[in-house]
């Protein structure tokens, strides 16, 4: 059976997304690692105690192919956040975890790359955040259908499509280098 991400009318507004994060503040997601693997892209993004999405910063971050994959090596999460522009492309990778009974993802990203076609032309070691300061994401939902749910460190929400269900990240070990 072939996947096919959700309609837009089959997401979730924004006032149903923040009735959700009400109910999950206290009870949790149940959503564990397996939940989360796949290649999702960016979907509807909303500012810091916003209840309607912002239509510019969606189209843009769609426009350019933001995505966020998630995916394990070795027991352990996996993420990369990447934007594309016609050929060229930038991506931030690195560990990830899941913290809490909500859960958070935590990740902290050790490498950036940049490709041209798929050929690396730049890969930079970036510096570890202080512990109190990773970049989160406070899960609030993962439906079925095809969409996941999140609220950042930041205080933003933002909403995905699973473009790719199941694993998809290359090894961080460079392996995957053309």
Known sequence: ????????????????????????????????????HGCWQLDQ???????????????????????LEIGAANGALQLC??????ALELRFRGPGQLVGSRPRLEFW??????????????????????PRRLPFFALIDRDPLGWLAARGRG??????RLQTPGPVLPALDGSDQV
């Open 1 to 36: 059976m072939a996947f096919s991400p959700p309609l837009p009318s089959e997401l979730p507004s924004g006032a149903e997304l923040l009735a959700r994060e009400r109910q999950v503040r206290h009870g949790g997601t149940g959503l564990g690692a397996a939940d989360l």
């Open 45 to 67: 993004v909303w500012s810091k105690g916003s209840s309607r999405a912002s239509a510019f910063s969606g189209l843009l971050l769609r426009g350019l192919g933001a995505r």
């Open 81 to 86: 956040n990447a934007v594309t522009l016609g």
């Open 109 to 130: 990203f050790e490498q950036l790359e940049l490709r041209l076609a798929n050929r690396l032309l730049l890969q930079r070691s970036l510096p570890s955040p202080p």
């Open 155 to 160: 205080g933003g929400l933002a909403l995905w």
